[in-house]
């Protein structure tokens, strides 16, 4: 009889060890996206003044809704495919990394785009975009998985370009929380390699 293969390890998984429920979890948060883009349609774009406001004290708790928010459809749409994807990837450590993973991201973002952040309303899913396309980046390195180092370069491929977004100099662009959601992506992966290094201990 041939040895029976050998597991692999849950901290260097690609797919997520139940993909029903990621692609569910991740797909209802896309759909909220575009309700809410919806309602804000409704209310002549009312939302859209609710983003993160640099430095204003007043409004430091849009920061836990403004990735909920977009500037009309074609921004909803923009960051609806790669989250998509790149939220179903970050999903292989299981729902409950995933929510930590992302709550690291948003978090990171806001806070980042509340201290350095131009004087505007910063709203959108882009930096989770960017903070998922970091961590995946990453997390194969971190972990020295084969597989998950090609899942990334597949991404890299896709979505490598889009890294130039943490610079700033395309105008109605918010530059910030693209490069905070990316550092976001690091302290992620970084977060993420220790705990699994602990596990492993």
């Not at 749409?77 to 690291?104: C, D, E, R, Y």
């Not at 889009?162 to 990316?182: D, K, M, N, R, Y």
Request: net charge neutral.
């Amino acid at each position: 009889m041939s040895p029976a293969p050998v597991p692999r390890s849950p901290a260097k998984r690609v797919i997520p060890p139940n993909p029903v429920l990621s692609a569910l979890v991740v797909g209802g948060f896309v759909a909220l996206l575009y309700v809410i883009e919806g309602i804000d349609t409704a209310l002549g774009g009312a939302l859209d003044r609710e983003g993160v406001i640099p430095r204003d004290f007043t409004e430091w708790d849009n920061i836990l809704w403004a990735p909920l928010l977009h500037g009309g459809w074609a921004h909803v749409t923009s960051n609806a495919v790669p989250l998509l994807l790149l939220g179903f990837l970050a999903n292989s450590g299981g729902i409950k990394q995933f929510l930590q993973v992302t709550a690291v991201i948003w978090l990171t973002g806001g806070l980042g785009v509340w201290v350095i952040g131009s004087t505007a309303s910063h709203i959108g899913a882009s930096g989770l975009v960017f903070g998922y396309l970091v961590f995946l980046l990453l997390r194969g390195l971190f972990t020295r998985s084969v597989a998950q180092i090609a899942v990334a370069v597949v991404v890299f491929a896709l979505y490598g370009a889009a890294l130039w977004g943490v610079l700033p100099g395309q105008p109605g662009i918010s530059w910030e929380s693209h490069l905070f959601g990316a550092l976001g992506g690091v302290l992620a992966a970084w977060g993420v390699a220790r705990d699994n290094r602990r596990a492993a201990a």
